[in-house]
């Protein structure tokens, strides 16, 4: 029963630790003199978008795939040892070819096994029932790809998005392939999406120039569709990448001089103005292809050898279309495509209508539960009514300590959590009332009172405790929130409680040493 | 300034031999409980957005919404099996649409978006969400997830904390608590989502609350009056915490009450579902949960300071 003043003091101090730690959400500038650490407002009370979006794992296996199947062949035609039906499966994440022979099988599993491997154990090699040969990647392996392309995706995200002029974007990674984009203060995503959905690979390839080979492409040509069905049929392009879009260093949307549309102009670094200008030089006459995507944006003719390492696209674009060109192009290539298959977007006026709700429900909330401890535990309610009100400031304040967002669902966890908090002080006051009733003395009931409570506060606060540690693992969004909230709630609750207003009591107690007591 | 209680729900010489309606509380709640069931079959919750998937698209028209004149031009740009609702105001739209392709989902959404805005001049989209299927799928099995675990844990720390007669009861009556939970939401027709899981988690958490101050009462005296039937001994430890039962109950009640009345269409669902839960968590603990210790307990429990897991003081 009895309190040091240290120990008041040091209860009290963090109380008003707690209020100072509110104050920044009440204020629009920052004050030098306090911590200045706000509560985030989530996007359903401020508006904005959420967008869930996967990296395109069958792509990334496809890409890998391809590479390793050039390596197969050259592998294979280096060791002098022939193959058939050479067929790449995504899906399965196979390669797999015919020996020439039987008798080969076991040079071409050799010669398989020397090839280069991104990461130990990357893939497997074997003999298949049907004698074919197949190679095998590990799902590990593609796992290990998809989170390393979501690392370097995170990147680009950025940058890309830091184009846009959007306000304070979150991206985050979730799991071994998502990437969270939470965008507050857009409410209409489309534009955002069509940008992170094109990886926008740009490279350069010559056409190859022999008619036939637009209908029958060999080894080594592929028949690429032109962006712009418009701009006429597929042509045959080599597959060999004469300069590579990640070389360029700065892109911008400008209008042509001659045309007087809109065109994409753009700086090689030194690696590619060398390579721009030794294929121009050496192929003056032929047509080069712009390859974005796996499309052909144009394919001009080489009119003389460009040596300044500067060009200029013009794809048929609008204004809005070179302008998110030039923004990919400077931002970098995606490893792989992203998709979306979580949106969520939440307009301003939904927002403000939710935080009016909350506020209202809280401050009425807060009012009814004060007032019914007051009428039902008098003195005793009015100390329980203190606590309470600190008990909402510390939640507050450890919010804003952790700079956690406020969503709606976490403010009817505060509510709730207010409703749940004076059952401690319900406790306490209904054994007190109790033990003076069996004709204990008032110091004696409030002592029995408060041990008794205890175990039972604790017993009730930590089923409580388990159940929403729970829910914040495994729930997603704005019931982490909630789940949040009331952890906190369950911590400042057991504080405000067991130390603030049994303090309250304590110190009135030994202030004014009453023959009874006010239950 | 009132300095002294001026309320009080029950006198403090009160015995309500709540023993008495043991047989009707349990028949009362079985039949309660099998109604639920019967409803969780046939017709079944209405599921969320976050657990169905697909389109949800809310809007405010600049009139009252003309849904012949939406649906015309949705189906237009060739989306059509769009449901419409009202919600609120009588100018204010829903637009559901189920999941299709993980791709669909995604680009449908942006369509309905715009052919509202442009076939409507004046609309405000509100809200645009939508949800792949294999996302939804997700959400739900790690919604079930916390539910399971949350449950398995607090059935453990009860365990832990009483001896098996207490635990028992308390699964048992949880379980009742939450198929007639499910019983509501079926009649209500409130969509059951994460948000729903939350308050049911609540739900589950208040009401073992209220059963873990009941029972910490009859543990205490069970130790207590060595001599006392149980029946009389129940009677007596449910009134003792009759004040307490009931002045919690009311201050999670009033809390709950706002968010109902003015949470808007988010929280009012989750704070309904938490009204009818405190309602049927508070008469469990006393029609429910006692009883069934009565009935498991008769001859059984240990009586004496010395017996069982009993050690820790209680209030």
């Not at chain 1, 990296?55 to 496809?62: A, F, G, K």
């Not at chain 1, 990461?119 to 049907?130: A, I, L, Q, Y």
């Not at chain 1, 929403?468 to 997603?476: C, I, R």
């Not at chain 2, 649906?71 to 609120?88: N, T, W, Y």
């Amino acid at each position: 029963m009895y309190y040091s003043r240290l120990k008041l003091a040091s209860v009290l101090g963090i109380c008003l630790l707690g209020l100072l730690l509110c104050l920044p959400n009440g204020m629009r500038k920052p004050l030098p003199s306090i911590p200045w650490r706000q509560i985030h407002l989530g996007l359903d009370l401020r508006g904005g978008s959420y967008l869930l979006m996967q990296v395109d794992l069958q792509s990334l296996t496809h890409d890998r795939l391809q590479t390793l199947s050039e390596n197969t062949r050259d592998a294979l035609l280096n060791a002098h040892l022939g193959y058939q039906n050479i067929a790449v499966d995504a899906t399965k994440g196979t390669i797999s070819f015919m020996p020439r022979s039987a008798a080969e099988t076991e040079a071409d599993i050799a010669a398989l096994n020397a090839l280069p491997r991104a990461v130990p154990n990357e893939f497997s090699v074997s003999k298949r029932e049907d004698g074919s040969i197949a190679l095998v990647l590990a799902p590990e392996s593609i796992r290990t790809r998809a989170r390393e392309a979501v690392t370097q995706s995170i990147e680009i995200v950025r940058r890309r998005i830091d184009g846009t002029g959007a306000v304070d974007p979150e991206i985050t990674r979730q799991g071994d392939d998502r990437i969270v984009v939470e965008l507050p203060g857009i409410s209409d995503p489309e534009r955002i999406k069509a940008l992170l959905g094109t990886t926008a690979k740009m490279s350069f390839h010559l056409v190859d120039a022999n008619p036939l080979h637009a209908t029958y492409p060999p080894q080594g040509v592929s028949l690429l569709p032109m962006a712009d069905p418009a701009e006429g049929g597929p042509l045959p392009v080599f597959d060999h990448v004469d300069v590579d879009g990640s070389d360029l260093t700065n892109a911008g949307a400008v209008i042509d001089q001659q045309s007087g549309k809109w065109a994409v102009s753009f700086s090689f670094d030194s690696t590619g103005t060398h390579a721009f200008a030794a294929v121009s030089q050496a192929n003056v006459g032929k047509r080069f292809a712009i390859v974005l995507d796996n499309k052909i944006i144009e394919a001009p003719v080489i009119m003389s050898p460009i040596t300044g390492g500067n060009g200029q696209i013009t794809g048929g674009f609008d204004a809005q279309k070179a302008t998110d060109l030039a923004l990919m192009l400077r931002a970098g290539a995606l490893p792989a495509p992203l998709s979306v298959i979580e949106q969520r977007s939440i307009g301003p006026s939904l927002g403000a209508d939710s935080i009016r709700a909350g506020m209202i429900s809280l401050g009425v909330g807060f009012i009814m539960v004060v007032a019914f401890m007051v009428l039902f535990y008098g003195r005793f309610g009015w100390y329980a009514d203190f606590a309470l009100l600190a008990n909402l400031v510390l939640m507050v304040a450890i919010l804003s300590l952790f700079e956690a967002t406020l969503t709606l669902p976490g403010m009817a966890g505060m509510l709730l959590t207010l409703g749940m908090a004076v059952d401690a002080n319900i406790l306490i006051n209904e054994r007190i009332r109790e033990e003076i009733a069996r004709g204990r003395t008032p110091l004696a009931a409030m002592q029995t009172g408060f041990e008794k409570a205890t175990s039972t506060i604790i017993d009730s606060n930590a089923t409580a405790l388990l159940a929403h540690v729970m829910l914040f693992v495994f729930g997603t969004g704005p019931v982490r929130g909630f789940a949040l909230t009331i952890t906190i709630g369950i911590v400042t609750t057991l504080f405000t409680t067991l130390l603030l207003s049994r303090m309250l009591m304590a110190r009135w107690y030994a202030r004014t040493r009453p023959t009874s007591l006010p239950v | 300034m009132f300095g002294r209680p001026l309320l009080r729900f029950v006198r403090k010489d009160t015995h309500i031999n709540f023993m008495r309606g043991r047989f009707m509380g349990l028949i009362v709640s079985a039949v309660l409980s099998i109604a639920s069931l019967v409803l969780f079959f046939h017709p079944g919750l209405t599921l969320g957005l976050d657990f169905r998937g697909g389109i949800v698209v809310e809007a405010q028209t600049p009139g009252p919404a003309d849904f012949a004149k939406i649906r015309a031009a949705l189906a237009e740009h060739g989306v059509s099996h769009a449901s419409f609702q009202s919600f609120g105001a009588a100018n204010d739209v829903l637009i559901r649409l189920d999941a299709g392709s993980e791709q669909d989902t995604q680009a449908i959404v942006d369509k309905v978006r715009h052919t509202v805005a442009e076939s409507l001049p004046g609309t405000t989209i509100l809200r645009a969400d939508a949800v792949g299927a294999s996302v939804s799928a997700e959400l739900f099995r790690n919604g079930m997830l916390a539910l399971a675990l949350s449950l398995a844990m607090i059935l453990g720390y009860i365990w832990f904390r009483f001896e098996w007669e207490f635990a028992l009861s308390a699964v048992i009556t949880l379980i009742l608590d939450l198929t007639k939970t499910v019983g509501f939401l079926v009649l209500t027709g409130f969509e059951f989502d994460l948000v729903m899981v939350a308050a049911i988690l609540t739900i589950l958490g208040y009401s073992t609350n209220d059963k873990v101050v009941v029972y910490d009462r009859v543990r205490e005296n069970l130790r207590k009056y060595r001599t006392m039937p149980l029946i009389d001994l129940i009677n007596l430890s449910i009134n003792e915490t009759l004040n307490r039962t009931l002045g919690t109950s009311s201050t999670v009640f009033l809390a709950s009450l706002p968010l109902a009345l003015w949470g808007g269409a988010t929280l009012s669902g989750f704070a309904w579902t938490m009204l009818f839960g405190i309602v049927v968590g508070t008469s469990s603990s006393i029609f429910i949960a006692a009883p069934l210790l009565l009935f498991m307990g008769e001859g059984r429990l240990k009586r004496g300071a010395k017996s069982g897991k009993a050690t820790a003081p209680s209030a």
